[in-house]
């Protein structure tokens, strides 16, 4: 039990996302996580003026399932198979979040200065989350699929695009965190 | 509602190895794009690895879908302009909030409930894709 209730190393949780992915496969479905948010789109109407979610969401619905499992797997791996966590970041990281006003960092999941009711209703704080979301979901959609889409299933079955894809990713992260976080924070 | 059980399942078993390999965690990213940990990048590539054995073992058994059909993984379209572009852009709001499209859902699970805002915005910012997507080079 007590192995359960530590963190679980990289080389046991990376397999299990190839396992997931073939599982999904195996089911005749393809493991993407970003699609959910065009099928909730698509619930909520957006298909009346928009083509591009004109579509039969139903056909989506077992992707909605995984998402609901998802949330409930969080709230079980978070309450009941978790000791208190204290994420073991290297010190350069610590020490640079720091600097830039993150204490405590890895104690949380989040940081309480981006997260916390205090700081995501304050306006800057929620005008952070609210772009974070609206750039996420927009190049998702952009690029045909996220984390899970390209840099698993698609760097798994050896695809071109989704090399250069999980190559934006990166080009993009690398911005925000080295030129632009240091502007925001 | 049977099956749909097994999807169920495959989302628990989701969610749990997100929380427990901390790559649900804002800190993590960080760390990733700072280079200044291994952690994420043993996830990630240990996951391509595992992905490409049972891929190409599931081709050599010639391996089927409960459906019947031979195993496979949808083809990405062509293209250059949307992976590059829409990948960045993606990568930067990556990076701010620290959730990708999984993560999200699975953070409001471990309630942090002000994840929705990122989720709120992760559909507008899909809704204006969808209005703009012939507008956009891809």
């Known amino acids: ?185 | 509602m049977g099956r749909y059980l097994k999807f169920l399942i495959v989302g628990i078993f989701f969610g749990i190895i997100l929380v427990k390999s901390e790559a649900v965690s804002w800190y993590r990213i960080f760390e990733m794009f700072k280079f200044q940990s291994f952690h994420m990048y043993g996830i990630i590539g240990t996951a391509i690895i595992t992905g490409i054995i049972l891929l190409l073992l599931s081709k050599q058994l010639k391996l089927k879908t409960i459906h019947g059909n031979y195993i496979r993984v949808p083809v990405k379209e062509r293209g250059l302009p949307r992976y590059i572009i829409g990948g960045s852009i993606f990568g930067l709001g990556w990076a701010l909030c620290g959730a990708c499209p999984g993560p999200m859902y699975i953070l409001v699970g471990t309630g942090a409930f002000t994840v929705l805002i990122v989720i709120i915005g992760a559909l507008i910012g899909t809704l204006i894709y969808g209005i703009f997507k012939n507008k956009l080079p891809h």
């Open chain 1, 1 to 185: 039990m007590e192995y359960i209730l530590q963190p679980w190393p990289w080389y046991i949780s990376g397999p299990c996302f190839a396992i997931i992915m073939f599982i999904l496969l195996y089911f005749g479905r393809s493991f993407g996580m970003s699609s959910n948010l065009k099928t909730l789109c698509a619930i909520g109407g957006a298909g009346k003026r928009i083509e591009f979610f004109k579509f039969n969401w139903k056909s989506q619905r077992w992707n909605l399932v995984v998402v609901l499992g998802a949330i409930m797997g969080g709230f079980i791996a978070h309450n009941y198979l978790s000791n208190p966590i204290n994420i073991d970041l290297s010190q350069n990281t610590i020490d640079d979040l720091k600097s830039l006003g993150f204490e405590n960092a890895g104690k949380s999941l989040l940081p309480p200065e981006l997260f916390s009711w205090e700081a995501a209703f304050s306006i800057k704080g929620l005008i952070l989350l609210l772009v974070g979301g609206i750039l996420v979901g927009f190049g998702t959609r952009y690029a045909g699929g996220c984390t899970s889409g390209h840099a698993i299933t698609g760097l798994s079955s050896l695809q071109l695009p989704s090399l250069v894809a999980v190559i934006g990713f990166f080009i993009g992260g690398l911005i925000m965190i080295n030129l632009i976080y240091p502007i925001l924070f």
